[in-house]
């Protein structure tokens, strides 16, 4: 970093990330199927709508399909935003959170 002039103290944040050999961020399972579930949602809705047209029973079907995997998708991002490990304490937390 450059400055032009002299300040006593800089504060520098910087938020990092970890990442693979090919640069890519590293991931666990439950972040993988919720990504992997979501491109499976975007992809079916977008072939249902061009099909819209085509044949009505079975653009019906494609979207009861859709729905399906749309509450798979967030239910499985529900379940990445919990940490892998919970100990006691953070079970305690979320139990107190959902009772209060």
């Keep these: 970093m450059y400055f032009n002039r002299n300040y006593p103290r800089v504060m520098v944040v910087y938020h990092g990330y970890l990442v693979d050999d090919d ?6 399972e439950k972040e993988q199927r919720a990504i992997a579930a979501f491109l499976a949602y975007t992809t079916l809705y977008k072939e249902s709508l ?32 919990v940490k892998e490990r919970l ?4 079970m305690d937390r979320i139990l107190d959170a959902k009772t209060s």
């Design 50 to 81: 061009k099909r819209v047209n085509v044949d009505r029973y079975n653009f019906k079907y494609n979207i009861q399909l859709v729905q399906s995997v749309k509450e798979d998708w967030l239910r499985l991002c529900n379940a990445a935003r």
């Design 23 to 28: 640069g890519l961020p590293l991931i666990n």
């Design 87 to 90: 100990n006691q304490n953070d």
